[in-house]
């Protein structure tokens, strides 16, 4: 199958979270498994270049229409890891990718308009015609619009769209100047609510809910989040819509690169270790514990890795420092503030607790580090208000870190209660799971799993050593989509 991603990240070459992740390893999956895949990037300034191996001219003269005239676009390929990527470069004063940042302009929509409207007229323009095309988040939501509307009558019309939203909460919003821009243009047609329309905002259009509405296949990246976004108010307001449409929606797990999080093979962690020789996972806590000076001794490590913002949960990442410490553990904290307030708070904490031995606070991120909190810790919490996905949780469990979550998204398919969860068996449970988002609902968690930790040693290595066992790689997500992929073309 001749597949092709369009999206405004990539890891490792393009990354501002967890979105460029996934287009890499989804896209390697399914290159092991035969099919051609192709990624359709902007050209940052920015991007790591340093991580593009053969960077060449692949189409020079790309003329994308744009407010009734036309932008001159260079094309470059080069590979990326081993995989084959094309970087959009618009020669225009309006500067679209060379900004120094990823995301953040005040004209935001209207550069990925124009880079969904330039992928589209590469693919046509160089010939390519892939069976899949499979697009990403807001910043693509107008590809499927513009494929129906305009391209297919100039022989695209067998292309077929797999459309993933990894975050609700950023849906791209533009007025008329985009339908001008693009040459989508009837004003009329699109304001209305069964198409671009922002379903509360009857002045705005919506890029993410015209991916939903013109995709062949809608997908977001858990089961559970699927649920959520369709009858809560995660959906951020597209739970209608969502409704409407739910006969071609359906969540994906997104996978872990294994290459990278692998204790095994871990490069960065002192102690390589598998689940057969689980003992040598505790030299990495004592390299730990001698890395950010902690007391050495008999008691259980709990991690925090992760941005510290709402969405994180943030009020229970601060609760949980000083119940571990009151319940006999230790806390390590690893993380960047979103926002100047919960920056100085930490801050503020940090210099508070900086003479106890049994807690550091890291406030930023350190790739390394994380390496080794994820291989020195006997827990990790992820307190979330909401996690579409989440990918600490899978990486904690591959490291033999029990996670403690809270019950939403992602984190309910990945995590299941070692002492209530009625839908494994016991041998199949892997870590501890709260709902409420008060301090007692955490502290419930915490306390099963510190308790265990002490009183029951022997069984806690086993939830941790079963916990290792689980597979969430890319295979069975790669299955799923080419699943997806297969029913979608075969759509007529």
């Known amino acids: 199958m001749y597949i092709v991603q369009i999206a405004s990240e990539c890891a490792p070459v393009i990354k501002a979270g967890g979105l460029g992740d996934v287009v890499y390893g989804l896209s390697r999956e399914l290159e092991i498994r035969g099919n051609c895949v192709e990624l359709i990037l902007p050209k940052y300034d920015c991007m790591r270049y340093d991580h593009i191996w053969g960077l060449h001219d692949a189409y020079t003269n790309l003329s994308v229409p744009w407010y009734g005239a036309a932008i001159n676009c260079s094309v470059y390929c080069g590979w990326v890891h081993g995989r084959v990527c094309f970087f959009i470069e618009a020669h225009s004063q309006d500067n679209f990718f060379n900004r120094g940042c990823y995301y953040g302009c005040d004209d935001d929509n209207m550069r990925f308009a124009f880079f969904s409207k330039a992928a589209l007229e590469f693919l046509l323009q160089s010939n390519k015609r892939p069976d899949i095309i499979h697009c990403h988040d807001w910043q693509t939501g107008l590809v499927p619009v513009m494929l129906n509307e305009i391209y297919k009558y ?111 093979i871990d490069r960065y962690i002192p102690y390589n270790y598998t689940h057969d020789d689980f003992e040598q996972k505790l030299y990495n806590k004592k390299a730990l514990r001698e890395r950010l000076l902690l007391r050495s001794d008999d008691k259980p490590i709990i991690a925090y890795i992760g941005r510290l913002d709402n969405q ?181």
């Open 154 to 264: 100039h022989g695209m019309e067998h292309q077929r769209v797999c459309y993933t939203i990894h975050n609700f909460k950023h849906q791209g919003i533009g007025g008329v100047n985009t339908l001008r821009a693009t040459g989508l243009n009837q004003e009329a047609y699109y304001f209305q609510y069964d198409k671009l329309r922002d379903n509360f905002n009857p002045f705005a259009l919506n890029f993410m809910k015209g991916g939903i509405v013109y995709s062949n296949a809608v997908t977001t990246v858990s089961p559970n989040h699927a649920w959520e976004a369709r009858t809560t108010d995660v959906g951020s307001g597209l739970g209608h819509t969502l409704h409407l449409h739910q006969d071609k929606f359906s969540g994906v797990l997104n996978g872990i690169d294994y290459d990278f999080w692998n204790p095994e």
């Open 312 to 492: 994180k949960g943030v009020h229970l990442v601060h609760h949980a420092i000083y119940h571990a410490l009151n319940k006999g553990a230790q806390f390590v904290l690893l993380g960047s503030a979103t926002e100047p307030g919960i920056n100085a708070h930490f801050q503020h904490e940090k210099q508070f607790l900086n003479s106890n031995p049994d807690v550091h606070l890291e406030l930023g991120f350190n790739e390394e580090l994380s390496h080794l909190i994820y291989a020195g810790a006997d827990m990790i919490i992820v307190p979330s208000n909401y996690e579409p996905c989440g990918l600490t949780q899978m990486i904690g469990l591959k490291y033999g870190t029990v996670p403690v979550v809270r019950g939403v998204g992602g984190l309910v398919n990945t995590v299941f209660d070692r002492d209530y969860d009625q839908n494994v068996p016991p041998e199949q449970r892997n870590g501890y799971v709260f709902y409420d988002t008060d301090y007692l609902a955490l502290e419930s968690a915490m306390d099963r799993a510190i308790d265990l930790w002490y009183q029951h040693p022997e069984e806690f290595r086993n939830l941790a050593i079963g916990g290792m066992k689980y597979d969430y790689s890319w295979n069975a997500p790669g299955t799923e989509y080419l699943k997806i992929y297969d029913w979608i073309k075969h759509q007529w």
